[in-house]
Antibody, heavy 114, light 112 residues
Framework: EVQLVESGGGLVQPGGSLRLSCAASGFTFNNYWMSWVRQAPGKGLECVATIKQDGNEKYYMDSVKGRFTISRDNAKDSLFLQMNSLRAEDTAVYYC???????WGQGTMVTVSS | DIVMTQNPLSLSVTPGQPASISCKSS???????????LYWYLQKPGQSPQLLIY???DRFSGVPDRFSGSGSGTDFTLKISRVEAEDVGVYYCMQSIQFPFTFGPGTKVDIK
């Protein structure tokens, strides 16, 4: 059974940092591109960042370029998102998904507020 | 970025009746490998999204056959042959031919 367990969310002040983690199981993690997709409260879905199987290609949505960094550890079947200089508009549930997104976890909530 | 649009943005359906949602992309989703990278998701209230249809018309594991997808190039349709109460939620189309992959704005379906 495919499982994606996101963690690391929480309440942070504007300008602060958070590191999200995702533990994947039930599929061959290093065979897949992986992405972080977010959903602001009451809003739609946005692909924030995507990373190739070997970590050598990365893509970011424009609004997070220079602030967010996606990475992975294939030995531990784990995906990460380092988020710096957080803004109120980054408030969302963040999901870790394989590409294309066949399975979804429960997500982790990030709230940026003073 | 590829822009995805959906119509209608909301839909109220009588149980047992059909429903149809349109999705259009700003560029062709047909890849040189012959596949078309268009997906449909349903997000039920309070839940994570779930995959319904992949590559235009293939139903994901466990998806009832009342759901079907069609289309090509830039124009796609999701059809529900007979809507059931459990089908309420927001339906999203998504493209993954180009990064960043992008979603449509969503179509909210409820029951009359």
């Amino acid at each position: 059974e495919v499982q994606l367990v996101e963690s690391g969310g929480g309440l942070v002040q504007p300008g602060g940092s958070l590191r999200l983690s995702c533990a994947a199981s039930g599929f061959t993690f290093n065979n897949y591109w992986m992405s972080w997709v977010r959903q602001a409260p009451g809003k739609g879905l946005e692909c924030v960042a995507t990373i190739k199987q070997d970590g050598n290609e990365k893509y970011y949505m424009d609004s997070v370029k220079g602030r967010f960094t996606i990475s992975r550890d294939n030995a531990k079947d784990s995906l990460f998102l380092q988020m710096n200089s957080l803004r109120a508009e980054d408030t969302a549930v963040y999901y870790c998904v394989p590409v294309p997104p066949g399975h979804w976890g429960q997500g982790t909530m990030v709230t940026v507020s003073s | 970025d590829i822009v995805m649009t959906q119509n209608p943005l909301s839909l109220s359906v009588t149980p047992g009746q059909p429903a149809s949602i349109s999705c259009k992309s700003s560029q062709s989703l047909l890849h040189s490998d012959g596949k078309t990278y268009l997906y449909w998701y349903l997000q039920k209230p309070g839940q994570s999204p779930q995959l319904l249809i992949y590559e235009v018309s293939d139903r994901f594991s466990g998806v009832p056959d009342r759901f079907s997808g069609s289309g090509s190039g830039t124009d796609f349709t999701l059809k529900i042959s007979r809507v059931e109460a459990e089908d309420v939620g927001v339906y999203y189309c998504m493209q993954s031919i180009q990064f960043p992959f992008t979603f449509g704005p969503g179509t909210k379906v409820d029951i009359k």
